[in-house]
């Protein structure tokens, strides 16, 4: 028998309190029109004291089962997407099967920064797709945060918190362009970049969280290719062009490297979901908040055509191919 998976309801959870950019202007050397020019930024959420990365995944993974009309109990496995987890181990992710009351199933985490969620999304399938799970929760959740050197204005400006999450639902047959649910994932990462972006800190090397350190021209650039790589490969795999797609949805950095990808597309870019400027960039959480403010307000309807894409320290990136 061959399945595909179909995305039955998402959600999305941000932390009450927001920080301009006014706001970082009062504590760093930097400007609102500076951030604004240089990334879209205009605001970001920050976690409460206290408040961590498995209380916001909980909160997401909640809203996308109402979306869903699913109970917790329908679920026998979690897939969590994060850099920033509550702990070295265990995995959030079975923190939040914990919460949930869940006493079945499998739970855990997937690490690939701001690819996470479309890394999550593509284990997901596959457990759905070979039979071994038949409703998955998918969440991305970051407190990036706790890793910002706030003192720079090269980093600390371009970052916020939140999470996102989809519930998947097994479905016979198998993946189809036509039929709604994932039609194919693609998955890439080259380790030569780490350099580029990482954060300097870390369990077995200093025994301390560290903070993130970026060299910005140089993710751009990179940025830029492999994105519109990795969407091209998509649709190529799938026989579609870049004018079969309603909406691109991708992972939310800065606005010019949006605009850019869509350029090297040829992209519509009224096409491109875009919250960078209410969100700033939430790593894994960014896709799925961006995909559910985008339902939520009408803007992606079922049996549209979606690709997702992100790209994060490692460097990784991929891509989803989605039939809502």
């Known amino acids: 028998m061959a399945y595909h998976s179909v995305i039955v309801g998402c959600g999305a959870y941000l932390p009450d309190r927001v920080v301009t950019n006014q706001e970082l202007a009062e504590r760093i050397d930097t400007t609102d029109e500076w951030i604004i020019e240089r990334t879209g930024i205009r605001r970001r959420h920050i976690a409460a004291e206290g408040e961590t990365t498995c209380d916001l995944a909980q909160a997401a993974g909640l809203a996308a089962l109402r979306n869903a009309d699913l109970q917790a109990d329908d679920l026998d496995l979690i897939v969590l997407a994060t ?28 690490h690939a920064v701001c690819s996470g969620f479309i890394y999550a999304l593509a284990v997901a399938d596959n457990f759905l797709k070979t039979g071994q799970a038949r409703t998955a929760l998918v969440i ?145 959480a960014s896709v799925p908040l961006a995909l559910t403010t985008a339902v939520n307000d009408g803007r992606i309807e079922r049996g549209q055509l979606l690709i997702l894409e992100a790209m994060g320290g490692g460097f990784t990136w991929g891509a989803g191919l989605v039939r809502w």
Request: glycine share 8%.
């Open 83 to 110: 850099a920033t987890p509550d702990n070295t181990f265990p995995a959030t992710a079975t923190e939040v099967q914990a919460r949930l009351g869940l006493r079945h199933g499998a739970a855990f985490d997937v």
């Open 140 to 284: 991305g959740a970051e407190t990036f945060s706790r890793i910002l050197d706030w003192k720079d204005r090269t980093t600390c400006v371009l970052f916020g918190d939140g999470a996102g999450a989809v519930v998947l639902r097994r479905e016979d047959g198998a993946p189809d362009v036509a039929r709604q649910g994932i039609i194919s994932t693609h998955l890439h990462s080259d380790g030569r970049y780490k350099e580029h972006l990482y954060v300097d800190g870390g369990p077995s090397s200093t025994q301390s969280t560290g903070y993130l350190r970026m060299a910005g021209r140089e993710v751009f650039r990179h940025a830029v290719t492999n994105l519109a790589g990795v969407v091209q490969e998509a649709l190529t795999a799938n026989n579609l062009t870049a004018a079969d797609v309603d909406w691109v949805v991708p992972h939310q950095a800065n606005q010019r490297i949006l605009d850019a990808t869509a350029r090297k597309l040829q992209l519509d870019p009224a096409r491109v979901v875009s919250t960078v400027s209410q969100h700033a960039n939430t790593s894994a």
